[in-house]
């Protein structure tokens, strides 16, 4: 299992970015998928999850709203669309796979800095 991220950067208040997870190395569509976040000092966090057919959602709390999950099954890849950003979704943001056949992976990490 292989899960690599992009589309971090750093973006101004009120901006936005669309992160990507590549995946590899198992039927990517047969299984939901998360993105975490972790700030520095602070515990990593659950952001969103989409089922495996992409037709079911969930988020936390603090990004409902201005966060959009998706998935293309086709091309092995899992977005996460972030709007409206705050200087708080400033964090290391992570897909993860967890599945009590494959296990748990996480990828590198993409580095999200909002700022003016």
């Known amino acids: 299992v292989q899960l690599v991220e992009s589309g971090g950067g750093l973006v101004q208040p009120g901006g936005s970015l669309r992160l990507s997870c590549a995946a590899s190395?198992?039927?990517?569509?047969?299984?939901?998928m998360n993105w975490y976040r972790q700030a520095p000092g602070k515990e990593r966090e659950l952001v969103a999850r989409?089922?495996?057919?992409?037709?079911?959602?969930n988020y936390a709390e603090s990004v409902k709203g201005r966060f959009t999950i998706s998935r293309d099954n086709a091309k092995n890849t899992v977005y996460l669309q972030m709007t409206s950003l705050k200087p708080e979704d400033t964090a290391m943001y992570y897909c993860?796979?967890?599945?009590?056949?494959?296990?748990?992976?996480w990828g590198q990490g993409t580095q999200v800095t909002v700022s003016s």
């Open positions: 993860n796979l967890r599945s009590g056949v494959l296990g748990d992976y």
């Open positions: 190395g198992f039927t990517f569509s047969n299984y939901a």
């Open positions: 989409i089922s495996s057919g992409g037709s079911s959602t």
